[in-house]
């Protein structure tokens, strides 16, 4: 069992940086694939950003690329998100996400895909 804790949304200018933190809890975090995910009001939830368990592959979302960047520290047991020059349409609660695999290299895109999620942390670009 893995519990998820984000940290680190807030309200910023188009243009601005945020870094989201997520806290997980659990002696197997190695053991797990990470993704963030963001659901804005009235739409689904989609995917942002993943990296596999070694940390050594990454993806991302079309609409991110070149501004996020996800990282994760097995020691500390956390995986953050960089987000730079934030537009209006990044708003939206930024959810955590963990997902057990046996595959080191492996990165996963689907919502279905993943085990375990945290309780989301409000992302606010102002125009």
């Known amino acids: 069992q893995v519990q998820l804790v984000e940290s680190g949304g807030g309200l910023v200018q188009a243009g601005g940086s945020l870094r989201l933190s997520c806290a997980a809890s659990?002696?197997?975090?190695?053991?797990?694939?990470m993704g963030w995910f963001r659901q804005a009001p009235g739409k689904e939830r989609e995917f942002v950003a993943g990296?596999?368990?070694?940390?050594?592959?990454?993806r991302y979302a079309d609409s991110v690329k070149g501004r996020f960047t996800i990282s994760r520290d097995n020691a500390k047991i956390t995986v953050l998100l960089q987000m730079n020059s934030l537009k209006p349409e990044d708003t939206a609660v930024f959810f955590c996400?963990?997902?057990?695999?046996?595959?080191?290299?492996?990165?996963?895109?689907?919502?279905?895909?993943?085990?375990?999620w945290g309780q989301g942390t409000q992302v606010t670009v102002s125009s």
């Open positions: 996400a963990a997902k057990s695999t046996l595959y080191s290299t492996y990165t996963y895109g689907k919502a279905v895909d993943y085990d375990y």
């Open positions: 659990g002696r197997t975090f190695s053991g797990y694939a």
């Open positions: 990296i596999s368990r070694s940390g050594l592959r990454t």
